[in-house]
T-cell receptor, first 111, second 113 residues
Framework: KQEVTQIPAALSVPEGENLVLNCSFT??????LQWFRQDPGKGLTSLLL?????REQTSGRLNASLDKSSGRSTLYIAASQPGDSATYLC??????????FGAGTTVTVRA | SQTIHQWPATLVQPVGSPLSLECTVE??????LYWYRQAAGRGLQLLFY??????ISSEVPQNLSASRPQDRQFILSSKKLLLSDSGFYLC????????????FGPGTRLTVL
């Protein structure tokens, strides 16, 4: 069974600092990995999708890396802003086509 | 562009009452559809998924059921709600093969009293 872990569980940084969010998974046999953002009481917004054959994906200030062999992914958010405050979820699509989620990292960016 | 809708947004129901949550997707055809539950302090749990009309796969044995009466409509139901059914219910869709990117709806907050 795929287990996904996100560290840290919570993170508070001053505005302008770069954010580094970590995700690890136990089974490297995956199709892809997705990073999502969730605001309080809202649904999930897909941020980045990394296919298993890719090493990284970038979108604006966001960059996600994937090291499938070691079961790790990292989401970098450059020059954080208060609007980046949210919970970030990592999810791995395994070979059984099931998406397994981590518990999330709650980010607070202080103005 | 594709849009996913869920209703109602919020629901408060007594224990033992029935449930019907609806999810519809616009702007695409033959999507894969999913129901997830997010309970307080826990991660997202896949409840059901569907690759086509009338085709439902159940992931977790429980008193919930799902149906797909139309290509872009997915319904989550229960005949008798339990306290443990409280949570945030999210519908999602993915295009084409099951290995595609998933897109989530706004969710329904269900409180069972």
């Amino acid at each position: 069974k795929q287990e996904v872990t996100q560290i840290p569980a919570a993170l508070s940084v001053p505005e302008g600092e770069n954010l580094v969010l970590n995700c690890s998974f136990t089974d490297s046999a995956i199709y892809n990995l997705q990073w999502f953002r969730q605001d309080p009481g809202k649904g999930l917004t897909s941020l980045l999708l990394i296919q298993s054959s890719q090493r990284e994906q970038t979108s604006g200030r966001l960059n996600a890396s994937l090291d499938k062999s070691s079961g790790r992914s990292t989401l970098y958010i450059a020059a954080s802003q208060p609007g980046d405050s949210a919970t970030y979820l990592c999810a791995v699509l395994s070979n059984d086509y099931k998406l397994s989620f981590g518990a999330g990292t709650t980010v607070t960016v202080r103005a | 562009s594709q849009t996913i809708h869920q209703w109602p947004a919020t629901l408060v129901q007594p224990v033992g009452s029935p449930l019907s949550l609806e999810c519809t997707v616009e702007g695409t055809s033959n999507p894969n559809l999913y129901w997830y539950r997010q309970a307080a302090g826990r991660g997202l749990q896949l409840l059901f998924y569907s690759v086509g009309i009338g085709q439902i796969s159940s992931e977790v044995p429980q008193n919930l059921s799902a149906s797909r009466p139309q290509d872009r409509q997915f319904i989550l139901s229960s005949k008798k709600l339990l306290l443990s059914d409280s949570g945030f219910y999210l519908c999602a869709w993915s295009p084409g093969v099951l290995s595609g990117e998933q897109f989530f709806g706004p969710g329904t907050r269900l409180t069972v009293l």
